[in-house]
């Protein structure tokens, strides 16, 4: 009696073993076909296989004989390892694809600064003070913070047209403080050394401003050419910071002719800001200032163009990345030096001629660099546009396949993109199916070094690179090639 009660214990056992092995089929199947990355004759032979190796673990399992029981116990659960990898593989890569597609809000991060005299500490010591700010429209961003700030003290608001009004008021004293965010705050840091010597921050809050995106222009990326604008922000941390756009890259991409042509726009190009009621033109990069839409549309205008989507990094972005890529290699072509700056402490770094291997530091003081190149700002977005193509060649690699889960946690919270969930499994399906080689050129808008009074600075001229038309030109023709538009 006891010996078949351990039989059938055995018999249960070993059926339940072949369920589970079952289901780690049916569960890996259900998700890789949901998730609908993998071309059907793939997907087809994934399902082959699993059949015959769940048959095979049927056959041993509940045969008879210890032998074939201890083959099909071995089987089953190296079987049900392997798909335990694969499913933490796609699980991760649901839970990315949901993350990047994010991006429904805006972080403005504000400081309330007075001058270091002033005896003011607290914002408790400013209450019924005069604070000045920037006025420019409709602002949610800046009617959230004023709702903050009216929670914790009453103030005396003093509306200024630009970011230079709020230092020269604040320098003469004609008002107590100011509330500046922090994108417009680089502004001043960087036209205004002055007033960067002479205050203090004795407030710091953050608002999230919900954005609606309007921007997508889709199409059938497997088969139409597409635009892709990347922008690269001058920060760390959140990516859903505003902050200036330092990298401004088209990317124009044909499916069809396995073309990729990555189109660079200097930061300082002196354009007028789609949307923005003057006649006053700006520096590219001020168009961050007031939303990825604003940059997007304003290139739109420069180059004629639709852009279909968008990206959105920053310096966190970057470094993450490359070293879960195990860095990348670029050619230079004349040596030069950079910097990385962390924690207050300056890293210096030389790039000698030929290949260079890139750690994600050394990637950002590599794509940050201009003064010390001969051709300044259009020789760092040159720089830039290497990176890229770098990254590229790397991510597209069969090498990275060990890498793609350490690839998707760096990234994580460091994109945004309204690419769209559909179009990015679109695109690794058909990379999987032919894996073409792509043909990848670069090409940079260039210009003439100029000092011109912007929107965002009004009071004295900034630098600026006023656009060479034919270079523009020459850019429009480049993307119409792309597109099949050149007759």
């Known amino acids: 009696m006891k010996e078949e009660k351990k039989k059938g214990t055995k018999k249960k056992f070993f059926r339940r073993l072949f369920y589970l092995s079952l289901f780690f089929s049916l569960l890996t199947l259900i998700i890789l076909y949901i998730l609908n990355i993998v071309p059907?004759?793939?997907?087809?032979?994934?399902?082959?296989?699993?059949?015959?190796?769940?048959?095979?673990?049927?056959?041993?399992?509940?045969?008879?004989?210890?032998?074939?029981?201890?083959?099909?116990?071995?089987?089953?659960?190296?079987?049900?390892?392997?798909?335990?990898?694969?499913?933490?593989?796609l699980l991760n890569t649901i839970d990315f694809l949901n993350k990047i597609n994010g991006g429904n809000y805006n972080t403005e991060n504000y400081s309330v600064i007075v001058l270091n005299n002033s005896g003011y500490s607290k914002?408790?010591?400013?209450?019924?003070?005069?604070?000045?700010?920037?006025?420019?429209?409709?602002?949610?961003?800046?009617?959230?913070?004023?709702?903050?700030?009216?929670?914790?003290t009453s103030l005396e608001y003093v509306e200024m047209d630009d970011v230079s009004e709020l230092a020269q008021n604040l320098l003469n004293a004609k008002v107590d403080a100011i509330l500046i965010e922090e994108a417009e705050k680089?502004?001043?840091?960087?036209?205004?050394?002055?007033?960067?010597?002479?205050?203090?921050?004795?407030?710091?809050?953050?608002?999230?401003?919900?954005?609606?995106?309007?921007?997508?222009?889709?199409?059938?990326?497997?088969?139409?050419?597409?635009?892709?604008?990347?922008?690269?922000?001058?920060?760390?941390?959140?990516?859903?910071?505003?902050?200036?756009s330092d990298v401004n890259m088209i990317v124009s991409i044909n499916p069809s002719t396995h073309q990729i042509l990555l189109t660079s726009i200097p930061r300082d190009y002196y354009v007028k800001l789609h949307g923005i009621n003057t006649t006053l033109k700006d520096k590219l990069t001020h168009a961050g200032i007031h939303g990825i839409d604003t940059s997007v549309k304003t290139i739109e205008d420069l180059l004629a163009i639709d852009i279909n989507y968008y990206a959105k990094v920053n310096f966190t972005s970057l470094v993450s990345i490359v070293d879960k890529l195990g860095g990348v290699d670029?050619?230079?072509?004349?040596?030069?030096?950079?910097?990385?700056?962390?924690?207050?402490?300056?890293?210096?770094?030389?790039?000698?001629?030929?290949?260079?291997?890139?750690?994600?530091k050394q990637a950002l003081?590599?794509?940050?660099e201009r003064k010390s190149l001969a051709k300044g700002d259009v020789g760092r977005v040159e720089h830039?546009?290497?990176?890229?193509?770098?990254?590229?060649?790397?991510?597209?690699?069969?090498?990275?396949?060990?890498?793609?889960?350490?690839?998707?946690?760096?990234?994580?919270?460091?994109?945004?993109?309204?690419?769209?969930?559909?179009?990015?499994?679109?695109?690794?399906?058909?990379?999987?199916?032919?894996?073409p080689v792509w043909k990848i050129e670069r090409n940079t808008l260039t210009g003439f070094d100029a000092r011109e009074y912007t929107y965002s600075y009004k009071s004295t001229k900034s630098y600026v690179m006023n656009p060479d038309n034919a270079s523009v030109e020459n850019a429009k023709k480049k993307i119409n090639k792309v597109f099949g538009l050149d007759n």
């Open 40 to 89: 059907l004759f793939y997907f087809l032979a994934l399902v082959l296989l699993f059949l015959l190796l769940d048959l095979g673990i049927a056959f041993l399992t509940l045969g008879k004989g210890w032998k074939k029981r201890f083959l099909g116990t071995i089987l089953s659960f190296s079987k049900m390892t392997g798909m335990l990898v694969i499913l933490i593989y």
């Open 123 to 152: 914002l408790k010591d400013i209450k019924n003070k005069k604070i000045a700010i920037v006025k420019l429209g409709e602002d949610k961003g800046l009617l959230e913070a004023k709702q903050h700030l009216n929670k914790k």
């Open 186 to 244: 680089s502004i001043l840091e960087e036209e205004n050394k002055e007033l960067l010597k002479k205050e203090k921050t004795i407030y710091n809050f953050s608002v999230d401003i919900e954005i609606q995106d309007g921007l997508v222009k889709n199409v059938d990326i497997t088969k139409d050419p597409f635009n892709i604008f990347i922008s690269g922000i001058d920060s760390y941390g959140k990516i859903t910071s505003v902050s200036r």
């Open 330 to 360: 670029v050619e230079v072509d004349k040596p030069f030096k950079a910097y990385y700056i962390e924690e207050n402490e300056t890293i210096d770094y030389t790039f000698k001629k030929g290949n260079n291997h890139l750690n994600g």
């Open 365 to 368: 003081a590599f794509a940050r």
């Open 384 to 435: 830039q546009q290497m990176l890229i193509e770098a990254i590229l060649n790397k991510a597209l690699s069969k090498t990275m396949i060990t890498k793609y889960n350490d690839l998707l946690n760096a990234m994580e919270n460091k994109f945004i993109t309204n690419f769209g969930t559909e179009n990015i499994t679109k695109l690794v399906k058909e990379q999987m199916k032919d894996m």
